[in-house]
């Protein structure tokens, strides 16, 4: 059971244009949020996270939004850029008996192709 | 580079070998945390370690896995009897606090 979805495996976008990707979530203790960018053969790349006690979360291009009560999180990126051509995921954890989260749980990933 | 470095960063092998795989995490980093990502999926979360302390392993870690983190730095990760189905790229994270720094994963292959 998939408790962290990507349901578009891959988006298109022109340069200079908004790139949203999207990610749905079925477990209602996940309380931290995370978005990794991946190239081939490399690790993840962290990108931007959320707390649930916070709606939106914004460094430079890229914007988190979190909607709790649809169990929605999206990531935009403005102006998209032709080097932000990789794969997103999403991540999601939960806050353990001791207060910490650790274990991260991962979307499929989304692959995003930014079209010069 | 003081990022999260993994060794080897490939491996090849024999069906029924053994495997170990090096992680060095960053410095001030006392979380570490071990992933698998296979073809077309997410990384899945196989153990992770406070300091020397390894607090939690997923069923997805067999009897033939073990991981340690002796002097809560660097850790390593052995598979024991590989079989095909280990094959798979493992990743090495580690963490301060709530985000987590990836390393560059093993790609390992069973023959």
């Known amino acids: 059971d998939q408790q962290v979805k990507q349901n578009s495996p891959s988006l298109s976008v022109q340069e200079g244009r908004i790139s949203i990707l999207n990610c749905d979530y079925t477990?209602?203790?996940?309380?931290?949020f995370l978005w990794y960018k991946k190239y081939p053969a490399e690790g993840p790349t962290f990108l931007i996270s959320i707390s649930s006690i916070k709606d939106k979360n914004e460094d430079g291009r890229f914007t988190v939004f979190l909607n709790k009560s649809a169990k929605h999180l999206s990531l935009h990126i403005v102006p998209s850029q032709p080097g932000d051509s990789a794969v997103y995921f999403c991540?999601?954890?939960?806050?353990?008996?001791?207060?910490?989260?650790?274990?991260?749980?991962f979307g499929k990933g989304t692959l995003l192709t930014v079209n010069p | 580079d003081t990022g999260v470095s993994q060794d080897p960063r490939h491996k090849i092998t024999k069906r029924g070998q053994n495997v170990t795989f090096r992680c060095d995490p960053i410095?001030?980093?006392?979380?570490l945390y071990w992933y698998r990502q296979t073809l077309g999926q997410g990384p899945e979360f196989l153990t992770y370690?406070?300091?020397?302390?390894?607090?939690?392993k997923s069923r997805l870690l067999s009897d033939r896995f073990s991981a340690e983190r002796p002097k809560g730095s660097f850790s390593t990760l052995e598979i024991q009897r590989t079989e095909q189905g280990d094959s798979a790229m493992y990743l090495c994270a580690s963490s301060f606090y709530n985000e987590q720094f990836f390393g560059p994963g093993t790609r390992l292959t069973v023959l």
């Open positions: 410095s001030e980093h006392n979380r």
């Open positions: 991540a999601a954890s939960a806050r353990n008996s001791g207060g910490s989260n650790y274990k991260l749980t």
């Open positions: 370690f406070q300091n020397e302390a390894q607090l939690e």
């Open positions: 477990n209602s203790m996940f309380d931290y």
